[in-house]
Each structure stands twice: as structure tokens, then as C-alpha cells.
T-cell receptor
Framework: EVQLVESGGGLVQPGGSLRLSCAAS????????MTWVRQAPGKGLEWVAN????????YYVDSVKGRFTISRDNAKNLLYLQMNTLRAEDTALYYC?????WGMGTLSIWGQGTMVTVSS | QSALTQPASVSGSPGQSITISCGGT?????????VSWYQHHPGKAPKLMIY???KRPSGVSYRFSGSKSDNTASLTISGLQTEDEADYYC??????????FGGGTKLTVL
């Protein structure tokens, strides 16, 4: 079964750090671009970042540039999102998703999400 | 990286057709044929309904269709069913390997 399972969310203070993980199974992970999308409470979906198949390129929404880092380990079928200098506005449910179209936003497989709460 | 523009809500009766619009710019919808639509039921993972403007993934009902004109994309759902009630999001490629979502539209089936 094709599956994505996120983990690593939790409660963190403003200015703190957190690393999210996304475990992929049931498909050849190394052949797909991967994406992180978030949804703040009561808000819509927001594209956060994506990463090329071999990890050589990555791209971010302006609001997280310089604070978040997307990476992947193709040997372990894992996608990561390192989040530093967290702000209250980063509070959201974070989804990982598989992109069918080389980073152009055709997100065919989604995980169930992991919740990140930034609060003192 | 401005969000695409969607109506906050639309509604229709069972059996009717509705259309959700998605307004973009010449930097995203107007320049690329990479527009996708997602159905999102609360508490569940979003589901891809339309990709590359008009294509339907395997398993998605023929009642869902997509189109694009200039800087605006549209999702049409025909023969509305109660299970179609959900939030719908458009998504477009914005160049430079970045992607932008719309603000979402809540569909109510009366």
C-alpha cells in the first residue's frame, strides 16, 4: 500500500526548533519530488516547501525561507522538515505529499499530518 | 507568492451542478497548465481530484471536471451528491519550482 506517515509534531515555545519526519512506503521514494503543505487552525492549505528527487534542489514559501530546511534520505525513504526560530504563525497541521509532476504541484498521495503548536 | 482567489463558499442541491472559480495571475495560472484541485473533508487527508487543468486521476468520478481560461481556473461538479460536501482547494504552479494554493471554498450540498 502506498503510504506516507508524518511524525515529530508537538508543542514548542516561540523561537524553538522541531524536526518533522515523513516515512514513505509502497512506492519508489527516490523517483518523486516531495512536498510539505500546512494548514493553520481554521485556515486553508499553504504550500511550504518541496525537494527534488535526489535532494539537490529545494524551494520554500517566502515566510519560512531561512528558518525551515527540507531534506530527504532516499536510502531510508524518509522526508524531513527542520523548523527553526518557530513563530506562533507556524502553528499548523503539517502534511507531507508526493508530487507527480516534478515539483509542479500535482500532489497525489498525502499523509494524515502532524500537528505543530508554537506557544509559550 | 500570493494565494489564488476562490469564493469562500458555494452551495447546491443534490443533482445540480456547481462551479468553483480560482483566480490567479499571468505568473501562475496564466502561464502554466499545472492547475490541480483537492477535496478536503475535515480530519482527513486532502484528495487529488483534478490535475494538469483537466485530467482526472483514476478512481475520481466523471462528475468532476476542470477547465482554464486566461488567468482563471474552474472546477465543475455535476450531479451533486451529499458526499461531495467538503472544502475544495485549487493549486497552481507559480514558476521557479514553487506552488501556490487558493484560500479554499466550502461546498454545502443543501
Amino acid at each position: 500500500e502506498v503510504q506516507l506517515v508524518e511524525s515529530g509534531g508537538g508543542l514548542v515555545q516561540p523561537g524553538g526548533s522541531l524536526r518533522l519526519s515523513c516515512a514513505a512506503s509502497g512506492f519508489t521514494f527516490r523517483t518523486y519530488w516531495m512536498t510539505w503543505v500546512r494548514q493553520a487552525p481554521g485556515k486553508g492549505l499553504e504550500w511550504v516547501a518541496n525537494i527534488k528527487r535526489d535532494g539537490s534542489e529545494n524551494y520554500y514559501v517566502d515566510s519560512v525561507k531561512g528558518r525551515f530546511t527540507i531534506s530527504r534520505d532516499n536510502a531510508k525513504n524518509l522526508l524531513y522538515l527542520q523548523m527553526n526560530t518557530l513563530r506562533a504563525e507556524d502553528t499548523a497541521l503539517y502534511y507531507c505529499a508526493r508530487d507527480e509532476d516534478w515539483g509542479m504541484g500535482t500532489l497525489s498521495i498525502w499523509g494524515q499530518g502532524t500537528m505543530v503548536t508554537v506557544s509559550s | 507568492q500570493s494565494a489564488l482567489t476562490q469564493p469562500a463558499s458555494v452551495s447546491g442541491s443534490p443533482g445540480q451542478s456547481i462551479t468553483i472559480s480560482c483566480g490567479g495571475t499571468t505568473n501562475d495560472i496564466g502561464s502554466y497548465n499545472f492547475v490541480s484541485w483537492y477535496q478536503h473533508h475535515p480530519g482527513k487527508a486532502p484528495k487529488l481530484m483534478i490535475y494538469e487543468v483537466t485530467k482526472r486521476p483514476s478512481g475520481v468520478s466523471y462528475r468532476f471536471s476542470g477547465s482554464k481560461s486566461d488567468n482563471t481556473a474552474s472546477l465543475t461538479i455535476s450531479g451533486l451528491q451529499t458526499e461531495d460536501e467538503a472544502d475544495y482547494y485549487c493549486c497552481a504552479y507559480a514558476g521557479g519550482s514553487t506552488v501556490v494554493f487558493g484560500g479554499g471554498t466550502k461546498l454545502t450540498v443543501l
